[in-house]
């Protein structure tokens, strides 16, 4: 029977979700599971052929291979963004096959994936773990969703499975290159997106690995950021992805002169915070703002004379360009966004592939997140306590996944610059309609009307007290948003809740709950 | 039945919102509204929509509004142009003027960077004065369409009492002709500071014009001065700069516009602009006999930075003061190419120490070394000296430090 209880931060969540129990946030760095961590079923190699060719004829043999059947969890990766068609022919083939009550568990979902609507109608997909984007989020917060949804950052996505909340039936990895015995990487072929960290603790833990590539190379295929040892089938398809939208449009420079001075002013802070100096590290995004501020860092840095040790997040034409350039020593990525970004990879040894293991995982002996000096993060609403929310918009409907978010806020300064309004909707807001992350670990808000930095972070105060740029309170800026666009109502949600939030240790942050229409 | 509309929709439209009207003998007001901040500012839009309505005292109607995050006044100012196609009320739905678009201007101030916005386009209002421009101007003419011109005016005279300015000056280029003067009643009466007379070849024209003002101010008790920079786009403007420039009262600028001039003179606008050089040399000449600023024309390649700096450093070395700018990126590459060099600043400092000294010593000539010094060549450095201190390249105490060193 489900009740609800108040979390750590003062949200009221349920104690069950999909009719198991969760635990409530606990606060930061405050909930530490014990035992030992989820093991994967014993195999043994005689049961595999010895010639190494684990190939069967098609992806529709590999899941009956599998042992595909009702209430099965079934993971697939983002890597190919919304160039995937893999996921959406896996579901394809389960309802032609009349399986029920799937689970799916991506690490991204994207608009490609709307064609999963009808399955989701149908019953083929019982519920989505894993970020719900645009139609898919829309869909879930009309409550038509069967089960609730369960919202993880990629490092979340791994802890789930190292500690057994997730449990992987079958993991089907898209390859841009493999070999018959499933060693596979993403750095070669048509479809080629450079790395394939995503689908790393699935190749690990899932009972099943699928491997299914385009570009089937004789063994070995070299690097294998898949190895083949933990591959159960490999497929040969046709096709494995559409590469002009694996190569997504996101990665543009802004051009828009209101997000440019955004980006401006967050260089401008960083610089005069001290926070570009020699041997520095940052997290590097895919959005336009991001993109034109690591552009901006490029110029404080040629001008200093002063070289970054290493740069994590996505990597792109304009990173690689500073790496080459030798303004960034290493680029440590976790996702590669354009072809340059893949190229480079391919080329050079300090530009390495990782995965959330390294950069993210809560049951990690630590990881490299917290080891970046300036991150630099989107928000779609931030409250006056820098409590902050990536996944609904303020009319409430769910449109984003968390991806890295929550991850990246345990790097040294977490940056957020995001517009004052959008919309006529203000971004900073009384109450975050849903908390993603705690304002704890939010430093400071760069909007085009004005800078705020959280009262906790008294150094970075100090070193600005002088500054030009317009330091304000996140209170002023508040009544700024609300003095030009007037202060919003409150969408009325109903009590049903469609989808859980979870931090990165596994407990639940926040619920959200489905729109009264 | 009277029906009306007015506004702007499409995937691509923000921040504004398309209004369709039609009166009714009966029923009340009815509005439907498409919006998607519906869920958090459907009940405000509709209050808006029902106070400017009942303003205007039209009781009955059907109102669609198809709205993307319009603000109130933008709203506001939508469904009076709709409401003004069919009636000729003389009421009006003005919001209250806010605190912050209260403040003055003088004659003398900078106007190195003014930049133009379509006066039927309430997005780029926003966030305009944000990008620090020395003026903003909320254009009539040229860039709203004929069939927009009428509801432009409601836009532009509610976004001068409600859209933020953030301390740049206020301007507005009206129309050409009688419909300029018409102009003026949806203008001057919200603290314009500054209106943009284009294409003048008759300094007559703006006697009239300001004879309007004059009668406005009066009507409305206003009594900060309200400024006009002519802008002179024609060979006959040219020949007459002068006597335009001192036409009347108030005139603080003159500008030039080079896609209608070298239109007129029958040759093709290039990026090295000999072509206009005679004009542009002669407006310079004819706005400093006058003592009032000279304005160089817009640079209309938005992507190349490059070539702006340039033409704003040719602009600078011919004595202009000033350049429009269409896209707000170009303000601080103009700000950058007006500001003084730093080896000119050197000397500036150099000279205007030596004549603070000799002031302090009671001494009538200014000397440098052995060197002479004459007055107009100290007031020149002056004012160099005062801009880079507004433009904060140097501290205004700048002098104290100079001597330490």
Known sequence: MTEFVKNAAGRLIPTHINDKEVVPFQGVGKYRPQGRKYAPPIKTVADYPEDGDKRVASLKDALIKAGLKDGMTISTHHHFRNGDILANQIFDIAAEMGVKDLVWYPSASFPCHEHLIQYLESGVIHHIEGSMNGPLGRFASQGKMRGQGVLRSHGGRYQAVQDGDVHIDIAIIAAPCADPFGNANGLYGDAACGLLGFALADSEYADQVVVVTDNMVPFPCIPWQIQGNNVDITVEVDKIGIPEKIVSGTTKVTKSPDRLLIAEMTAQFCDEAGLIKEGFSFQAGAGGTSLSIGIYFGEIMRKKGIKARFARGGSNQYLVKMFEEGLVEHILDGQTFDLEGVRSMRENPTHVNTSPFTSYNYHGKGNFASLIDIVILGATEVDTNFNANVVTHSDGYLLHGIGGWQNCLFGKTVILPIPLFRDRIPVIVDEVTTLCGPGDLIDVIVTERGIAVNPKRKDLLEKLKDSELPIKTIEELKAEAEEICGKPQKPEFDDEVIAAIKWVDGTVIDVVRKIKE | ?405
């Not at chain 2, 024609?234 to 009347?248: D, R």
């Not at chain 2, 050089?277 to 024309?297: E, F, T, W």
């Not at chain 2, 400092?349 to 100290?378: N, R, Y």
């Open chain 2, 1 to 405: 039945m009277s029906e009306g509309y007015a506004g702007n929709k499409g995937p691509k439209i923000k921040s504004d919102c398309h209004v369709t009207l039609k009166q009714q003998p009966s029923g009340g007001i009815n509005i439907q509204l498409k919006s998607k901040v519906e869920k958090l500012y459907g009940d405000q839009i509709k209050k808006v929509a029902t106070a400017t309505l009942n303003k205007l005292g039209i009781e009955h109607c059907e109102v669609l509004i198809e709205d993307s995050g319009a603000l109130d006044w933008v709203i506001a100012a939508r469904i009076e142009a709709a409401v003004k196609q069919f009636s000729d009320t003389s009421e009006t739905y003005i919001p209250d003027l806010k605190p912050y678009n209260q403040y003055e201007t003088s004659k003398e101030r900078d106007r190195l960077s003014r930049l133009y916005l379509p006066g039927n386009n309430p997005k780029m209002m926003l966030n305009a004065g944000i990008h620090k421009p020395h003026g903003i101007i909320l254009d009539l003419e040229d860039a709203v369409a004929p069939a927009k011109k009428h509801e432009a005016r409601f836009v532009v005279r509610n976004a001068l009492c409600s859209a933020n300015f953030y301390g740049a000056e206020r301007m507005v280029r009206i129309n050409q002709g009688e419909m300029g003067i018409e102009d003026l009643q949806y203008i001057v009466p919200h603290n314009v500071h500054l209106i943009l007379i284009p294409k003048v070849e008759d300094p007559e024209y703006i006697c009239r014009l300001d004879k309007e003002v004059q009668r406005l101010e009066a009507r409305h008790q206003i009594e900060k001065p309200v400024f006009y920079m002519p802008i002179i786009e024609s060979a006959l403007g040219v020949e007459k700069a002068y006597e335009i420039a001192t036409a009347c009262r108030n005139i603080v600028a003159l500008a030039i516009g080079l896609e209608d001039y070298t239109a007129d003179i029958g040759v093709k606008r290039t990026s090295t602009a000999e072509e206009s050089l005679y004009a542009r040399m002669r407006l310079v000449n004819a706005a400093k006999a006058a003592g009032i600023q000279p304005i160089d024309s817009v640079f209309s390649d938005v992507g190349d930075m490059e070539g702006l700096f340039e033409n704003v450093r040719k602009s600078k070395q011919l004595g202009f003061e000033g350049m429009g700018c269409i896209h707000p990126r170009q303000i601080k590459v103009i700000h950058d190419g007006f500001a003084p060099e730093a080896k000119e600043l050197e000397k500036s400092m150099k000279i205007v120490d030596a004549a603070i000294k000799a002031e302090e010593q009671g001494l009538g000539v200014v000397s440098l070394g052995t060197k002479m010094i004459d007055p107009p060549v100290v007031k020149r450095h002056k004012k160099q000296i005062d801009r880079a201190v507004r433009m904060g390249l140097i501290d205004k105490n700048w002098q104290e430090t100079y001597n330490q060193e």
